[in-house]
């Protein structure tokens, strides 16, 4: 059984950097044939696609996001994470990380999802 | 605005029947990528209901249908159960963006 968990900092200083592991069991990221996705949810409201990261190292970044986003591969420890800069208050969320098959097809598992909160 | 247009809410009795639009383009749904349906329970991580248009996962109740026509994609619930209770989200591929798009949301209240 594939599962992915979300890790980081529940709370991040305006300015600063937030940054999230999503670490996956049941699956090689190695192996190929999947792509590694990050969405976020603001509270109340709906999901917003972030990017994503192929086992190849191909990104996607959503364009409201990219200057701001680094999704990056750690195929020893089998995790992805991203990495958003310059955070604001606007950036409060909770974070999901996710698998899909190809860019356009669906998620197959997710997260359990992880908030986080910018705030000084 | 999203890409993906769901209506804010719908609602209905329990046993009734529902369903839930999603309106798309001709860079997304129209174009002929599929469209897909989660499920999303308060405080939860969304879950997959429909993929390619049409099809249910392992353990989706034959309750929960999908359709596609033309550059719009729909959700049915028949049997309405209180369970159902849930926010509903579809997704698809669009050229134009060249990332997947997610609908609004749609809040599915049982009366």
């Known amino acids: 059984q594939v599962q992915l968990q979300e890790s980081g900092p529940g709370l991040v200083k305006p300015s600063q950097t937030l940054s999230l592991t999503c670490t996956v069991s049941?699956?090689?990221?190695?192996?190929?044939?999947?792509?590694w996705n990050w969405i976020r949810q603001h509270p109340g409201k709906g999901l917003e696609w972030i990017g994503y990261?192929?086992?190849?190292?191909?990104?996607y970044y959503t364009p409201s996001l990219k200057s701001r986003v680094t999704i990056s591969l750690d195929k020893s420890k089998n995790h992805f994470s991203l990495k958003l800069n310059s955070v604001t208050a606007a950036d409060t969320a909770v974070y999901y990380c996710?698998?899909?098959?190809?860019?356009?097809?669906?998620?197959?598992?997710w997260g359990q999802g992880t908030l986080v909160t910018v705030s000084s | 605005q999203s890409v993906l247009t769901q209506p804010p809410s719908v609602s209905g009795a329990p046993g009734q029947r529902v369903t839930i639009s999603c309106a798309g383009s001709?860079?997304?749904?129209?174009?002929?990528?599929?469209a897909h349906w989660y499920q999303q329970l308060p405080g939860t991580a969304p879950k997959l209901l429909i993929y390619?248009?049409?099809n249910r996962p392992s353990g989706v109740p034959d309750r929960f249908s999908g359709s596609k026509s033309g550059t719009s994609a729909s959700l049915a619930i028949s049997g309405l159960q209180t369970e159902d209770e849930a926010d509903y989200y579809c997704?698809?591929?669009?050229?134009?963006?060249?990332?997947?798009?997610f609908g609004g949301g749609t809040k599915l209240t049982v009366l």
């Open positions: 997704q698809s591929y669009d050229s134009s963006l060249s990332s997947s798009v």
């Open positions: 996710a698998r899909t098959l190809s860019s356009s097809s669906w998620i197959d598992y």
């Open positions: 990261i192929y086992y190849s190292g191909h990104t």
């Open positions: 001709s860079s997304n749904i129209g174009a002929g990528y599929d």
């Open positions: 390619g248009n049409s």
């Open positions: 049941g699956d090689s990221i190695s192996s190929g044939g999947y792509y």
